[in-house]
């Protein structure tokens, strides 16, 4: 402590990490415990994982690089050994799995959440560290370990608060898309990659936009020109049919699909695999509006090696559009194989947090932001022990209470009580003592007042924007006005 | 991926980081659900700050060294500043309020909790992330402000379930220690360091190793000599009457004392301040045996200013000795002042969670570790989609439920069943389906017949193992086996 009359440090957080207070915190804490309830109903153990895993175990430290990818934050143990700060959940699980599949009873169900750390540069929005919340099955190739992963996502959507109607899995298998290729006679890599590449814009272009990159080729508005996928005329029908194979009941669109990826391996195995994902999803409950097939989804197709969902948010313009996905899964085989050399199937699913708590805030269905306690104050010094005694009493009944512990007269502390959201100020002052009352001030009705809520007049006839008590029945005056609540008269 | 045919990792997690499951995730998660309800039952706001600081911010970096203390996980950002992992959560509070403090309404009260990372060599028990939760009253002077802490502290043990009588707060002010050394006529700074050892040592060494350490010297077991603090017998008799001024009641306590350090500024101080602190824990319902003051405790004097705080386990021998301190806090007044130079009063307390949650599974108070979830076996492929319903159906009900998701038969199945803990296992295989009936095992019942509880025969006729129950009826059927529970005939 010596340099301290030397140095002062700014005190600044670092760039790309933010504080968080309470109702940003009250918000994820009712979505994670939601969404872990949902988990833990179809059998899904819990897993937590250490900050740090060994960075080649992330694969993020290949063994010609003196040092791991700049995208993780890394450093050397005084073992000479790098490790890292995971930035996702699904290395930890692979390494996890991987290190103790001997002891695991499998398949292996889990859920995990807490912080991810990437180091990338910050920006609005734009953090290095932030909440996942993942479940994942280890060791079934069964399509209804997917179906399953899908219903949990529904389930744990309107769990956390979403409104029926407003969120849908979509799902996709990458089995399809391959297919596809197949039908339409692709086999040329880079053809392929110009393909699934036009398949992407699809959101964005539309279906003329993507058929002239199927094609020669598209110029944009700006005159640029992208060269096209080059393919023939059939092969580009083949593409626009699966495109527009969606909608209309799982069903339906499975068998759309099979006229034009039926045939090959490929596409077989994959309309076989939707087919049992669809069943199980209806036996689970899940119905058309809630989780549809749509063969567009192109998600992480570099990752995943059968199905794919991505969970999109349905709310009107104004309503909180511009969310994009919420969420996203599929089926990978080749994680834990890294470890082992055995491919080892897994499916899994991850909740994006931070998104669905915006969309909620959107949306109208968050919670209530945690409101103050109610604010006893502190107005002569030899009361103290009142003071106590009554803040007290009002958590022995179950309202969060406090004494104003600072040493500013009445009008700071009336201040203080309401930057705090407290919804009354207790006030036992020299009056009140010589009375043997309470004076109880009605803050949430300040604060509607204030902000020109209603009536003046009308409010104050049948709610007094103050009142006192007998100091025995104080407890149950503070009650009635904590219980009237901020928005009713 | 292209070096994964040449090079694969070893799954190991680094050393000193532990994988969690969830048994010990249960445990933390209901302590820290309950301490926070106490929190927030008093006014304090949960709080998060990121997981990195600037090292300088943190204090681990003085100026004239080139990198951060070896004791923190630091590393250099991409614009050459050095971050690291926060190492508790006191000192990201203390950077928060002083980059906030215009913001703040004041006192502000905060709780947190989360983890810490030591850069520390690990051995067993001893890891380099671990959970802590705190809470802090940062802005109020008041000994007040401490005795609320103190509350907290009484009633977050509680509960988080240790049973009434388990825990003791003992509490202490430094003002009292500097009014004995006053009193004992101690001024050289060397000799005031030798007489706090000494007071440190009684635990371990007694009332009369501490009388030597306090006079000429010590000589131990092994005949090694330590030299003494060399006190006249006067200024060890005052040392003697203070170690001995615990007990009896929080005012006896306080009688005593005054007897030794009254009459000096910094004793009288902390006598009135322990005054204070004692009638307010009266009047907050916190009787003499959950808090008491200690003259005896010592603990981080070097940081605290004022009162002290630590929370000590009282379970018999064999009941969990050897906790030692589950917790413990303090007055300290000059961490904000790092930053702002502004002298700016606070005081904590910090919760030892994993100390605690090994207290409360040695007191038996731990919470029941989780059961697993029904299992219904995957007998029939052609059956899955009704294995999901059934599963399905016992959700619905709020019993967690899965149905396999392996290929194997039904002996591993069965394997699979009891080593998740499940309390039950559902068997739909072609009998029962051309009888339109579920069979259902119990999973519990197997498990204490195998572990030779009770007398087998007297087992089974009022709880057969397993029942068969009409479709119709299985999730009544299934409810009764697991409501009876383990340990229940």
């Known amino acids: 402590m010596t340099t301290d009359e030397f140095f002062r440090p700014k005190a600044r957080a670092p760039r790309g990490f933010v504080d968080r207070r309470a109702p940003a915190l009250v918000a994820e804490r009712k979505i994670l415990d939601a969404v872990a309830a949902v988990y833990e109903s179809f059998g899904f153990e819990r897993l937590e994982t250490g900050a740090f895993e060994y960075a080649d175990a992330l694969g993020k430290f290949l063994p010609d690089a003196d040092r791991p990818n700049d995208g993780v934050f890394a450093l050397q143990d005084d073992d000479e050994q790098w490790i890292a700060l995971r930035y996702d959940l699904t290395a930890p699980l692979a390494r996890f799995a991987a290190e103790h599949w001997d002891i695991l009873a499998k398949p292996f169900r889990r859920y995990a959440f807490g912080p991810v750390w990437r180091n990338e540069k910050p920006g ?6 932030f909440m996942q919340c993942d479940a994942d099955t280890v060791g079934s190739e069964r399509p209804e370990a997917d179906a399953e992963i899908i219903a949990m996502a529904v389930q744990g959507y309107a769990a956390a608060g979403l409104p029926a109607g407003a969120c849908t899995l979509k799902i996709n298998n990458r089995k399809l898309l391959d297919g596809l290729l197949v039908a339409a006679g692709v086999v040329d890599s880079r053809q392929k990659l110009a393909v699934l590449r036009a398949v992407d814009k699809l959101d964005r272009l539309g279906l003329e936009g993507v058929t002239y990159l199927l094609g020669a080729g598209r110029k944009d508005e700006s005159g640029a020109f992208t060269k096209g996928a080059e393919l023939a005329a ?56 809630q989780a549809m097939f749509e063969p567009s989804v192109v998600r992480g197709l570099e990752y995943y090696t059968g199905a794919v969902f991505e969970a999109e948010i349905n709310l009107k313009t104004g309503e909180g559009g511009g969310f994009g996905a919420i969420g996203g899964g599929g089926r990978y085989d080749d994680l834990v194989a890294r470890f082992t050399g055995q491919r080892t199937p897994a499916t899994g699913f991850s909740f994006g947090v931070s998104r669905l708590a915006a969309a909620l805030a959107a949306s109208g269905a968050a ?14 010094n030899a009361q103290m022990g009142e003071y106590f005694a009554m803040a007290s009493e009002l958590r022995a009944a179950g309202i969060a209470a406090e004494v104003y512990l600072g040493t500013s007269g009445m009008r700071p502390q009336m201040k203080y009580a309401d930057r705090r959201g407290a919804p009354a100020a207790v006030i036992v002052g020299g009056d009140e003592l010589a009375a043997g009352t309470v004076t109880i001030k009605d803050l949430d009705l300040g604060r509607q007042l204030a902000a020109g809520v209603g009536d003046n007049r009308a409010w104050r006839e049948d709610r007094p924007g103050q009142i006192t008590a007998p100091r025995a029945d104080f407890v149950a005056a503070v009650r009635r006005i904590v219980e009237s609540g901020p928005n009713e008269t």
């Open 234 to 289: 059939p092969a580009i029908q083949s593409v626009l049919a699966y495109l527009g194979a969606g909608g209309g009941g799982r069903q339906a669109t499975l068998d759309r699909l099979a006229g034009v990826v039926g045939g090959s391996v490929e596409g077989d195995e994959g309309l076989a695999e939707l087919d049992k994902i669809g069943e199980a999803l209806t036996r689970l409950g899940v119905h058309e509006g």
């Open 124 to 129: 609005p929005g734009r953090y290095r560290e």
């Open 367 to 380: 919670a209530k932001s945690a409101r103050g306690p109610v604010v006893v104050l502190a107005l002569d």
